[in-house]
């Protein structure tokens, strides 16, 4: 693995961490009261296009990382539909 492989693998893996602490306090609190429908419709659209960008690239650790963030901002967006402000229970 060359450094610029490896300098994206560990960026990567540093941007998809950093979703996991706001997915986790949202399925502890069971509130996503804080979570924004706009700012997460523009984070995917933004990923979907690194997604693309990668794959025509030929970027593995691009498409891959941003892969996960895709589902991890995905399944944040599901619990907000489900647990909305936190008020249904």
Do not use: E
Not at 56 to 67: K, S
């Amino acid at each position: 693995m060359d450094i610029d492989t490896l300098i994206g693998t560990i960026a990567g893996c540093l941007s998809t961490a950093a979703f996991v602490p706001q997915a986790w306090q949202i399925w502890k609190t069971k509130s996503a009261r804080d979570v924004s429908w706009a700012m997460y419709a523009v984070l995917i659209a933004g990923v979907a296009l690194w997604i693309v960008y990668g794959l025509r690239r030929g970027a593995l650790p691009l498409v891959l990382t941003n892969g996960v963030i895709l589902l991890v901002a995905l399944v944040i967006l599901a619990m907000k539909r489900r647990f909305g402000d936190g008020d249904a229970g």
